[in-house]
């Protein structure tokens, strides 16, 4: 006989009986417990109940000390100088091309252009030039010749006119002395002005030759600078065409020994940068450099406000590059800070960077504050007072004003 299915058929009907027969016996039973448990939290004593408002926090006692303080920005490497090398005339190429990446030094043939008539001309040039040079001596002796002839019609002038005075001779010839002086310095006006055409003759002659020469020395086209060619310089054969200002392009060169690192400085913190301040920069590739301000510029940049800032670092190997992105610290006055540790910082309603602060009332404050940087022991701050009581743990609880219970902790300074 099984009695398993027996037992669960009899508790089954007990519990259907009371559910179904004895619901309202079982319903005033319960309400009588509830009853019962709420006397009993009814007289519990006064004293279990919270006391007070105040939030529990942990705080340190943190004191200003003088830092080596600095300016990091990011900015990029620049090269010293870069040119495009440019024809001042036309022709075509005759030496053979640069390559790019090629070393270069200073006056360094890049490109030569053929010459074509230039010297012709250059020789014509020369040749006007001497036969206005011999044209002078000429132009020299007609003026000589003018004064003397000059000089002696004053000597006849004059001694015709005594002896008219004294009855010797007519007036007749009297008048012809004077015509003749006259004559005479009509004559030597034009001598003058021959030898001033002669003279000028030459200036325009040694014009035309510099004109010349000068076109000559427009064939050669050097490097202005040493450096790097960016750029292959021209083919050989290929037709330069100097048009315009600009002119045809031969060459780029580069210079990158010293290269610049260029950073633009907040209008906030640009006072703190002075000229021949040391300075260093973290490129992207991690290698690190040293250097000196050079220039700091006195304009802002009028869309970000910034101001460029540029050091110049030795590159004698050329490792670095122009355009590297670069992290730059500049060296700048100390000042005095806090270090706290990073979860220390909050932000109030306004958005603000700040610490929550313990006051002398044992109430929270919050002190905006401004990083100065940011190290493995912890980030300095700028903006508390010199001694302050800084919330580390709990600040994100509290608000100005509320009552605080501040346990402190030891600090590692």
Known sequence: MRLVPIIIAVIVAAFMYFFVIERDSLLAFAASEDAAADATVVEVPEEAAPAS????????????????????????????RQLDVLAETSGLVTSQPLRKGAFVEQDQIICQIDPGTRPATLAEAQARLIEANAGVPTAMARVDEAKARLEEAKINDNAASKLSQDGFASETRVASTQAAVRAAEAALSAAVSGLDSAQAGIQAAEARVASAQKEIDRLTVR???AGLLESDAAEFGSLLQAQGPNGAHCATIIKLDPIKLVGFVPETEVNRVELGALGGARLASGEQVRGTVTFISRAADPNTRTFRVELEVPNKD???????????IIAAEGKAAHLLPQSALTLNDEGALGVRVVTKDSEADFVPVSVLRDTTDGIWLDGLPEKADVIIIGQEYVIAGVPVEASYQETNE
Do not use: C, M, N, Y
């Open 53 to 80: 408002d105040v939030v529990r926090v942990v705080a340190v006692h943190s004191t200003a000390r003088v830092i080596d303080s600095a300016v990091v920005v990011r900015g990029e490497t620049e090269a010293e």
């Open 223 to 225: 490097a202005p600078f």
């Open 318 to 328: 050329l490792k670095i590059r122009d355009g590297q992105t670069a992290e730059i």
